[in-house]
């Protein structure tokens, strides 16, 4: 066998591995032991992930690293834990670093690496996640249309709440639009069919701040960079629809209980978080220790919500608490980098999928403002690998150009 057939087939398998490891991403609770802990499948998979890349890629590790600022922002936002987890030592807190930060960001940056001016990856990639969006809607209408829901008629599938399912949902919606680029009458008609399909499962979450979130996204495309500017407006419209018919669906469920609803609970959880992080304001406290220290100080901000409160309910509050300031200022500078290339490359004709991704990281973002899109696991890896691709697509396109 040939070099070039070895070295070809040795890609394929790693593509293969890579799409298993995405469309297996909802399945991050089941765990396994393994050494005396245990470790979720999604993590398990991205651990042999990272051996074959590291393997393969040790070389081209530290020449990556210095073609783009971006990963210097990366890595100094994993290392703003590190005084939390000295000062705060306890194995949760070390698990979830793990699990929901390090490993995550270090598997996306390898991938960056493999997939980089390798067009087939990149399609592999955006075809398991298709996949993976395809699969969870299916499941999630068919808990609906046995009517599988919460006790207040939200759909939440097998996910850990309805705001999980509609996190997971929305950013993959946005990229749907990349299938529009391929001439094929079919995937003109299958992006629609999917996209309508997933909306509806997204407005049974009735998750009016992902919504929202989604909304503004589609917003913002129609207005800077789409050229069909009639139909994504129908369909922002059709968003804006959804969001308010949500909203006054939760008012009548609440009975006009502002204080007692959704958003007023929010309210008093980020006062108290506020109040919580100004003393501990550099170092934050032990990571994913929240609800133990929010239960200590709740009785000075009313109302009491009437669920339980395991994080901020807001990612730049939850960052501020379990990083303390340096995650929140690097989590923020890495954001805004992404942000500045997808600007920066927007104009680019073959930039299409890079702005598709965007709007999906633009969606999660907006997102973060009432809920925490990537403090889980699942939802942490498909954060960072929406980073990437827009890194990989944006700096293809400039190649191009």
Not at 117 to 126: A, E, G, L, P, Q
Not at 259 to 287: D, N, P, V
Request: hydrophobic share 50%; aromatic share 18%; charged share 10%.
């Amino acid at each position: 066998m040939s070099p070039h057939n070895i070295n070809y087939n040795r890609n394929d398998l790693l593509d293969a591995l890579l799409m298993l490891t995405i469309i297996i991403m909802p399945l991050y609770q089941l765990r396994a032991p393994i050494f005396n802990t245990s470790l979720s499948v999604l993590t398990f998979s991205c651990i042999i992930l990272d051996l074959f890349f590291l393997l393969l890629y040790v070389k081209h590790i530290f020449h990556f690293l210095y073609s783009e600022i971006l990963w210097l922002y990366m890595i100094l936002f994993c290392c703003a834990f590190i005084p939390s987890l000295l000062l705060h030592p306890s194995t949760h807190a070390i698990g979830v670093f793990i699990e929901w930060v390090f490993v995550p960001m270090l598997t996306c940056f390898l991938i960056s690496i493999h997939a980089t001016h390798r067009i087939k990856s990149t399609r592999r990639i955006f075809f398991a996640l298709i996949t993976s969006l395809c699969t969870i809607t299916v499941i999630s209408l068919t808990y609906l249309f046995q009517n599988i829901l919460t006790f207040d008629h939200r759909l939440t599938a097998f996910f850990l709440s309805p705001n999980h399912l509609a996190l997971y949902i929305a950013p993959l919606i946005c990229i749907i639009g990349i299938l529009g680029i391929y001439k094929n009458k079919f995937l003109y008609f299958f992006p629609i069919l999917t996209a309508f399909l997933a909306l509806y499962a997204l407005f049974h979450t009735q998750s009016l701040n992902t919504i929202l979130a989604l909304s503004c996204a589609s917003l913002l495309y129609v207005f800077y960079i789409s050229k069909n500017k009639i139909f994504l407006l129908f369909f922002t419209f059709f968003l804006i629809s959804v969001v308010s018919f949500t909203g006054y669906q939760k008012m009548l469920s609440t009975d006009h209980d502002i204080a007692h609803s959704s958003f007023g609970s929010r309210i008093a959880i980020w006062s108290t978080t506020i109040f919580l992080t100004q003393k501990e304001t550099l170092f934050g406290y032990e990571i994913d220790s929240f609800q133990p220290h929010y239960l200590s100080a709740q009785k000075f901000f009313l109302p009491y919500p009437n669920w339980a409160v395991p994080t901020p309910h807001n990612l730049f509050l939850t960052l501020l608490f379990s990083g303390g300031f340096f995650s929140l200022l690097f989590f923020s500078i890495t954001s805004s980098r992404i942000l500045y290339i997808l600007y920066t490359s927007s104009s680019s004709k073959k930039n299409q999928p890079a702005i598709f991704y965007g709007m999906g990281f633009i969606t999660m973002l907006c997102a973060s403002i009432a809920d925490t899109p990537f403090w889980k696991n699942d939802l942490s890896f498909l954060f960072w690998l929406f980073v990437v691709m827009i890194y990989i697509h944006s700096s293809s396109a400039q190649k191009c150009d």
